[in-house]
T-cell receptor, first 116, second 112 residues
């Protein structure tokens, strides 16, 4: 149980285009999902907290107009990188917190974004 | 501000050796998790500790939560090459909700 999927696993896009990444909890409902960014051999950096049915909460320094988050259902959150630039290239990982459960987060497999 | 100080950052040992990874903070956590991550994959939850002084064992891995819930350790006995990976500690601050605060990670390499 507690499986989280992400799609796509890898994406290459051109500068100026937008990319959408999906995060799904497959066998549980998640009122809260989280989006992280990870640089090579570094730890995870929290970008935003996604709450079902309400606006996401962004961490300091993360542009909400650039990283659009939508949490439309209890099993799906999306992150859209708008007008992507090469510096947005990174490994993006989502996690989900099971509704009614302990403070545990289950992570997706990540999405490798490369902006050319 | 790094709430969780994780050490060591890098560790290279030979198969059969023991090792301990530490996570320390001046803050109190309601829970603390340990994850293991392979390159190009998401972190996989190993254990959650919630009670001060708690000790949990997962085969050759022993996890301990400090009495004051400010620190934790991961001890691996007789390390094997399959233990190679990035180990991350992460905690939820007491009273803060669900957001995880991650340590910087420990990159472990176990050579045959």
């Amino acid at each position: 149980g507690a499986v989280v999927s992400q799609h796509p696993s890898r994406v290459i896009c051109k500068s100026g285009t937008s990319v959408k990444i999906e995060c799904r909890s497959l066998d549980f409902q998640a009122t809260t999902m989280f989006w992280y960014r990870q640089f090579p051999k570094k730890s995870l950096m929290l970008m935003a907290t996604s709450n079902e049915g309400s606006k996401a909460t962004y961490e300091q320094g993360v542009e909400k107009d650039k990283f659009l988050i939508n949490h439309a259902s209890l099993t799906l959150s999306t992150l859209t990188v708008t007008s992507a630039h090469p510096e947005d290239s990174s490994f993006y990982i989502c996690s989900a917190n099971p509704a009614g459960g302990r403070n545990e987060q289950y992570f997706g497999p990540g999405t490798r974004l490369t902006v050319t | 501000t790094q709430l969780l100080e994780q050490s060591p950052q890098f560790l290279s040992i030979q198969e059969g050796e023991n090792l301990t990874v530490y996570c320390n903070s001046s803050s109190v956590f309601s829970s603390l998790q340990w994850y293991r991550q392979e390159p190009g994959e998401g972190p996989v939850l190993l254990v959650t500790v919630v009670t001060g002084g708690e000790v949990k064992k997962l085969k050759r891995l022993t996890f301990q939560f400090g009495d004051a819930r400010k620190d934790s350790s991961l001890h691996i006995t007789a390390a094997q090459p399959g233990d190679t990976g990035l180990y991350l500690c992460a905690g939820v601050l007491l009273g803060s909700g669900y957001a995880l605060n991650f340590g910087k990670g420990t990159s472990l390499l176990v050579t045959p």
